[in-house]
Each structure stands twice: as structure tokens, then as C-alpha cells.
T-cell receptor, first 114, second 110 residues
Framework: DVKVTQSSRYLVKRTGEKVFLECVQD?????MFWYRQDPGLGLRLIYF???????EKGDIPEGYSVSREKKERFSLILESASTNQTSMYLC?????????????FGDGTRLSIL | GQNIDQPTEMTATEGAIVQINCTYQ??????LFWYQQHAGEAPTFLSY??LDGLEEKGRFSSFLSRSKGYSYLLLKELQMKDSASYLC???????????WGAGTKLIIKP
């Protein structure tokens, strides 16, 4: 089974702090994604990566950056946390190749910015 | 532009059948996914459709009509554990991104 592990289930930080969310997958997937999920808005893509050291902006990249130094690890960075970044953050990975490859998700990090 | 529509909430009775609809308008189409998400948990993959027709997987089936931009997820013999949100997502082209609907919260009553 695919395992996507996010470093924290719950996190509380203060406004202005630099926040790191870590994600590791164990299935050698090329693709990795960071989403945020807010009530009524569905999943919104922040950043994604197709390969090591590659990154692409999603729909809402402002205020975030990412790092992918190793294939299995994809980190999301909030450069200077703000209260409007309070949300559920979900990491996902998927294989390349056939179009039927689903994305597999981690358990999520519920981040609160005070 | 891109748009995926699903009902916000549905209620059904244990043991019954429910159909959750999803309509989409996208610039391209390369497959449609259904996911289940229990409250506070990660979405889990249920089904994938790329050709017109019905795909059956136990109590769950998914249907696609590409000409109508329409899909539905059919859940039979509903159980209390089926209470969850159901997310519809479309792969628009050959890249690996998905466009997500806001999800349908399904409430099962005894």
C-alpha cells in the first residue's frame, strides 16, 4: 500500500513565523502535490512537483514556497505565516505513466495561525 | 473556464441507494476520479472513469457521459460508515493535476 506521511496532524503557530510542513512518500512516486482544504471550497492546489528539484505553481501559491531535494520528500514552507493561512493542508503523491494513476493522500495537517 | 459542480449535501437512509452527481466544464478531459473523505481524514480513491459507461466496484458504481460532461457515483445498500464527503475530480489533459469539485457531504440516517 502507498504510504504518504505528513509530519504533524495538528500544528499551532504565531503570525509572522516561518512554518515547515513535511511530507514523505514511500512508493517512489514522481509526482507530489500540496493542497489546502477549506470548508465549501474543496481542494485547492498550492504547488506541485514532477521530479526532484522541480516545482510548479498551482492555483494559490502566494505566501508559500516548496522544496523537493529528494524524490520521496516534498516540503511546504509558509514564509511568514498569516491568520488567513489557517487551514487543513494535504499532501499527495502519484505515479507517472497511465492517466488512471490516482493521487494518494497523507492524513493532513490542521494548521492554526494565531 | 474550469468548473466542477456537485450538490453540497445529501441525506439518505441506511440500506437504500443514493446517486451523487457531478457535472464538469473543462477545456480538456483525460479522466474523472471519485474519492471518499471521512471527516478529519484524508481522501481515499474510489473509482476512475475515462470511457463512457458504468464501472462497478462492489456496492459502489461510477458512471460517465463525456458528451454531457456528467458523472455520477452510485452507492447501494448504504451503511452508516458511508457517511462521508464524496469528491469528484477531473484530469484535464496529459499533465497530472486534478481539478476538484467542492465535495458532497452524504449523511446516512438509520
Amino acid at each position: 500500500d502507498v504510504k504518504v506521511t505528513q509530519s504533524s496532524r495538528y500544528l499551532v503557530k504565531r503570525t509572522g513565523e516561518k512554518v515547515f510542513l513535511e511530507c514523505v512518500q514511500d512508493m517512489d512516486h514522481e509526482n507530489m502535490f500540496w493542497y489546502r482544504q477549506d470548508p465549501g471550497l474543496g481542494l485547492r492546489l498550492i504547488y506541485f512537483s514532477y521530479d526532484v528539484k522541480m516545482k510548479e505553481k498551482g492555483d494559490i501559491p502566494e505566501g508559500y514556497s516548496v522544496s523537493r531535494e529528494k524524490k520521496e520528500r516534498f516540503s511546504l514552507i509558509l514564509e511568514s505565516a498569516s491568520t488567513n493561512q489557517t487551514s487543513m493542508y494535504l499532501c499527495a503523491s502519484s505515479a507517472q505513466g497511465y492517466s488512471n494513476q490516482p493521487q494518494h493522500f497523507g492524513d493532513g495537517t490542521r494548521l492554526s495561525i494565531l | 473556464g474550469q468548473n466542477i459542480d456537485q450538490p453540497t449535501e445529501m441525506t439518505a437512509t441506511e440500506g437504500a441507494i443514493v446517486q451523487i452527481n457531478c457535472t464538469y466544464q473543462t477545456s480538456g478531459f483525460n479522466g474523472l476520479f471519485w474519492y471518499q473523505q471521512h471527516a478529519g481524514e484524508a481522501p481515499t480513491f474510489l473509482s476512475y472513469n475515462v470511457l463512457d459507461g458504468l464501472e462497478e466496484k462492489g456496492r459502489f458504481s461510477s458512471f460517465l457521459s463525456r458528451s454531457k460532461g456528467y458523472s455520477y457515483l452510485l452507492l447501494k445498500e448504504l451503511q452508516m460508515k458511508d457517511s462521508a464527503s464524496y469528491l469528484c475530480a477531473v484530469r484535464e489533459d496529459s499533465n497530472y493535476q486534478l481539478i476538484w469539485g467542492a465535495g458532497t457531504k452524504l449523511i446516512i440516517k438509520p
